[in-house]
């Protein structure tokens, strides 16, 4: 049982971190129609910059650049390319982000090398117990702080202008440009928020008890592309929950990997896809995405 | 296409590759002439042409069969797919294990039936074909991009299973792949040893032959299904599902169909793969390789079938290109980037400028070419009247209130 409290925490701490992901992912598709294949590249690129510039910076400062800068990037990436596609076919957006990918991944993936960079927290490796469950502090501070991101987003998305404008045009985008809502604007916010939240992500995903920064902090990053899906692509509460998903099923079948080795080793990198398919067979649409009704 | 094809006989001789131009052109002989020019240098290339770039060319020639497949499935019915690794995967794995030797390897014991490498090749298709099927289902459920996706999860799965079932797969270090025979003719460097005008004929140029056939053999196949009811029916498919199934297309066997035809052309490219390789291990097959694959037909051309030859061509040699000469290239090699990098970034520039600029790809430049050169002396059109339509850009995509029928 506490093996089991403790995993679930951890499950937890880990899908939050996913539905920080997913919620960009989801916001990007309800903003510009676009499923941004950049997202683990964004990602890397955030947790890289965090690395790099805590030796000269300071880990606060670094922190809060590292998150600029992926912001910036993201921005840089709407505007350049995805702004001048508007209207085009899903699948083209859809391609043309992974050709980003492509060039943000190789660039970062030669200059991190066979290293792991370490991003030094103040909380170093540091952990807590209630009871008997246990859990890193980094993954403490990780539920708390994506609780008030995503809080904040909500709220946000609810009562702000842009979250107003924003949901007018994924609701219809031509009626909402015939009301004065720039549609650039919002495609081009919708971007940095995402660019933040992965950022922010990887911020912790890169703490303990992760060992630190490596290529393979991209392959986590696509782990929370199925949470995003199960959840429903134009779903940003289903993202929430699609992450949560993910993340504890993933914590529980890492934590239980003894009983589940006739699975193989490193069976739990493979859950997220898993539950995903699932989910997918009985609702095409992920669990909370829109149903497409056919008007002939 | 042009409408003249409809009444062709699909596939009853090798002419027939060459659309005949519309009547009134006067030029229906220099295509067919052309061809058999090609043809002619493709089969004597191995007398003169070292062996990288024969072996260069069969690795070209399994990602052109394997693009082919891709593009049927992307370009011309509209749904995204980053699997084809996986695909690939399964067809590799099927022909080591049917035609492997079973055996020891360091501590991993090995599987094998040592059957004929031929049977070996056809199962490899087939179980791929099979994987594609058991997908195909959801696959027909969901609309492109959900697909999209969904598909990535095969790729994971498929490498979790690379890695962990050990007797087939030979797990983490992956096997080596038995060399390519048929009827006791082997295509290897020796038995029997064959010499042509002085030239000996080793593995690389047997290799080259086959992979010659294979991939003809793969075109011609394509072009016959577009240019039949499946073909115009994927086409109506992709451009609006609605209108195809008033139009009486069954839609979700379709895309069930050409899922199941799409993997087994991704089935025979693995099992070229692991012959051009000679061996397999699980990180070939990840989601780069897929990625690789959507980039050969987004640079060739989304729907078109040449152009998916263009691009796998393109893509597939250029890092090997890079590698050989990679001190005359400038900033590739010595203190710049490593082949593989430079080759990376520019297949990522290449897909962002292909997407914004050109959306008909290679093959959109080779019409346009084509077309000047038909006309000497007089405008170029922006759309030359024959431009298969397909070739360009899927037409934008059906606005929310269409869409799939689910």
Do not use: C
């Not at chain 1, 951890?10 to 941004?36: P, Q, R």
């Not at chain 1, 209630?130 to 501070?141: C, T």
């Not at chain 2, 990376?344 to 897909?351: D, M, Q, S, T």
């Amino acid at each position: 049982m506490t093996q089991f409290l403790s995993l679930l925490l951890n499950g937890i701490s880990l899908g939050a971190m996913y539905a920080l992901i997913a919620l960009g992912f989801v916001i990007i598709f309800k903003a510009s129609e676009v499923v941004s294949f950049t997202h683990g590249s964004l990602l890397l690129l955030g947790a890289y910059s965090i690395a790099r510039l805590s030796e000269p910076l300071g880990f606060l400062l670094a922190a809060l650049v590292g998150i600029a800068i992926t912001a910036v990037a993201a921005f840089v990436i709407e505007r350049v390319i995805i702004n001048r596609l508007r209207g085009a076919a899903v699948i083209s957006l859809a391609i043309v982000t992974i050709g980003v990918d492509i060039i943000l991944l190789t660039e970062l993936i030669r200059r991190i090398g066979s290293d792991i960079l370490n991003v030094p927290h103040p909380w170093a490796g540091g952990s807590v117990r209630v009871g008997d469950v246990g859990i890193s502090e980094n993954r403490l501070i990780a539920i708390a702080v994506a609780a008030v991101l995503i809080g904040l987003f909500f709220a946000a998305f609810k009562y702000s202008n842009w979250g107003i404008a924003m949901r007018a045009s994924a609701e219809d985008g031509e009626t909402a440009a015939l009301m004065g809502i720039k549609q650039g604007r919002v495609s081009a916010l919708a971007w940095v928020v995402a660019g933040v939240l992965a950022a922010v992500a990887a911020l912790f995903l890169v703490g303990s008890p992760t060992p630190g920064v490596s290529p393979s902090t991209y392959a986590v990053a696509l782990r929370a592309f199925p949470a995003a899906i199960l959840g429903g692509l134009d779903s940003t509460g289903g993202a929430l929950v699609g992450g949560l998903l993910i993340g504890i099923a993933e914590a529980m079948a890492a934590g239980y990997q003894d009983q589940l080795l006739f699975l193989g080793r490193g069976f739990s990198a493979v859950v997220p896809f898993i539950v995903m398919i699932a989910v997918l067979m009985f609702r095409p649409s992920g669990l909370f995405g829109t149903k497409e009704l056919t008007r002939v | 296409m042009s409408e003249s094809t409809l009444t062709e006989a699909p596939g009853a001789h090798p002419s027939g590759v060459g659309r005949p131009a519309p009547a009134g052109r006067g030029r229906s002989w220099l295509r067919p002439l052309l061809l058999v020019l090609a043809l002619v240098v493709m089969l004597a290339l191995p007398l003169y042409v070292e062996e990288f770039w024969l072996r260069t060319g069969f690795a070209a020639a399994g990602a052109i069969v394997g693009a082919i497949g891709l593009n049927l499935l992307v370009g011309t019915s509209g749904q995204l797919s980053l699997a084809h690794a996986f695909f690939l995967a399964v067809g590799a794995v099927s022909y080591v294990y049917v035609s492997g030797e079973p055996g020891g390897l360091g501590v991993a014991e090995l599987g094998g039936l040592g059957l004929p490498p031929i049977i070996g090749m056809i199962v490899g298709v087939l179980l791929a074909g099979l994987a594609g099927l058991l997908f195909s289902p959801l696959a027909a459920r969901l609309r492109g991009i959900y697909l999209g996706v969904a598909s990535l999860a095969l790729v994971f799965i498929g490498i979790h299973v690379l890695n962990s079932w050990t007797e087939v797969t030979g797990g983490f270090n992956g096997r080596s792949a038995p060399e390519f025979s048929l009827f006791g003719f082997t295509f290897g460097n020796r038995d029997p040893e064959l010499y042509v005008l002085a030239v000996p004929f080793r593995e690389a140029e047997r290799l080259w032959y086959l992979g010659l056939v294979l991939a003809l053999a793969a075109y011609l196949f394509a072009r016959n299904i577009l240019r039949s009811r499946p073909g115009r029916a994927l086409q109506t498919l992709r451009d609006s599902e609605v209108a195809a199934s008033v139009m009486g297309v069954n839609v979700q066997g379709y895309k069930a169909r050409i899922f199941l035809v799409s993997s087994m052309y991704a089935g025979l490219a693995g099992v070229m793969y692991a012959l051009s390789i000679g061996s397999i291990a699980p990180e070939s097959f990840g989601l780069e390789l897929s990625i690789l694959y959507l980039a050969m037909i987004v640079l060739g051309g989304l729907g078109s079938v040449n152009g998916a030859v263009l691009g796998a061509i393109f893509v597939s040699a250029l890092p090997l290109i890079f590698q050989r000469y990679a001190d005359l290239i400038p900033f590739v090699g010595g203190g710049g980037l490593a082949a593989g990098e430079a080759a990376r970034f520019l297949f990522g520039a290449a897909i962002v400028l292909v997407i914004l600029f050109e959306p008909a790809g290679l093959a959109g430049i080779a019409n346009r070419i084509a077309g000047r050169s038909r006309r000497p002396g007089g405008r170029v059109t922006e759309h030359p009247p024959d431009t298969p339509s397909r070739s360009s850009e899927p037409s934008p995509s059906d606005p929310p209130a269409q869409g799939s029928t689910t």
